[in-house]
């Protein structure tokens, strides 16, 4: 059996250098072995002693933690060990089950450690695995029962991405970082268009690239959901939002770049060089992600002298 064990007594090695604690969580998770008793219990005694760690170090642990094959076995480590509230307070305020209809429904810590495990089988990417860890994290603050005793979470989507944002920035993550699983965490939970032009505009919005992002992790919260015909849906609604979007960033025009003019184009017509041209280049990309106008070069330009 693999077992961590410190060489020397525990409690000075932890007591000397806190972020060790961190370290042995970290190597477990990575590595999948399994930390012995009397280590473990001397890193729950000298847990305290991890608040004179740097948040950058901190933070450089958790981001290796997140990039393990399984990296659940961390975060529970850490919240067995007491770390995970002394560090990530937020995430311990998930824990409790759900009741709804008057049952038992989930626990939402347990549930975002088993979306995080979805979506670490499927890509290495560190700010959709922050994504992940951070996509219900305001449900707490959101909380509300219904007449009929159900759960509702109005508004966690964007409470939430200002919540990881504030977090994100605690531990000093870097901007595309923080600016990516923001971005992923306002929108998770909204619905996708189903029409070219709503599927154009989300393009041009946000990119392919955000997009299948965003299609993966709705796909990791999904699984971790029970299989009823609802969820069966909402899953296939996104399947054919990803089919789509996937042909028509290779063949509609959803940015200025595909127009087939350009603004020397409209001012060889006599549109003056300002505002102006960049106002009229949008309108006829607007009026091309419709449908209400094709992408040439002769009706483009008959339609800007309007």
């Not at 759960?151 to 993550?173: E, P, S």
């Not at 998770?188 to 299948?212: E, M, T």
């Not at 505002?275 to 949008?282: R, S």
Request: net charge neutral.
């Amino acid at each position: 059996e693999k077992t961590i064990r410190t060489p020397l007594d525990p409690d000075i090695t932890f007591s000397d250098d806190p972020l060790r604690m961190m370290r042995c969580i970290r190597f477990a998770t990575q590595l999948g072995f399994y930390i012995d008793d009397e280590t473990f219990e001397s890193l729950c005694r000298n847990r305290e002693r991890i608040k004179i760690i740097s948040r950058e170090r901190i933070a450089d642990e958790l981001n290796k933690i997140l990039l393990s094959p399984v990296p659940s076995k961390g975060f529970i480590d850490l919240e067995r060990s007491g770390l995970l509230a002394l560090i990530f307070p937020e995430l311990m305020e998930l824990q409790g089950v759900e009741t709804r209809n008057g049952r038992a429904h989930k626990d939402n810590f347990y549930h975002t450690l088993e979306v995080l495990d979805n979506i670490s089988r499927h890509t290495d990417n560190l700010w959709l695995r922050w994504a992940a860890l951070l996509h219900d994290i305001a449900k707490p603050l959101c909380r509300s029962v219904g007449p009929d005793g159900a759960a509702h979470f109005k508004g966690h989507n964007q409470r939430g991405a200002q919540l990881a944002r504030v977090i994100l920035r605690r531990l000093k993550a870097p901007a595309y970082l923080v600016d990516g699983a923001v971005g992923l965490i306002a929108v998770h939970d909204a619905p996708l268009p189903a029409d070219d032009v709503g599927i154009l505009k989300q393009l041009n919005r946000s990119g392919a690239i955000f997009l299948r992002r965003l299609c993966a992790l709705k796909y990791a919260d999904l699984d971790a959901h029970a299989n009823t015909p609802e969820v069966a849906a909402r899953r296939a609604d996104v399947a054919a939002f990803e089919r789509r979007m996937n042909e028509l960033a290779k063949t509609g025009c959803y940015t200025m770049r595909q127009l087939a003019v350009n603004g020397a184009d409209l001012m060889d017509i006599g549109i003056p060089a300002g505002p102006g041209v960049g106002a009229t280049l949008q309108t006829l990309l607007n009026d091309v992600m419709e449908g209400t106008l094709p992408n040439e070069r002769e009706a483009l330009l008959a339609a800007a002298v309007k």
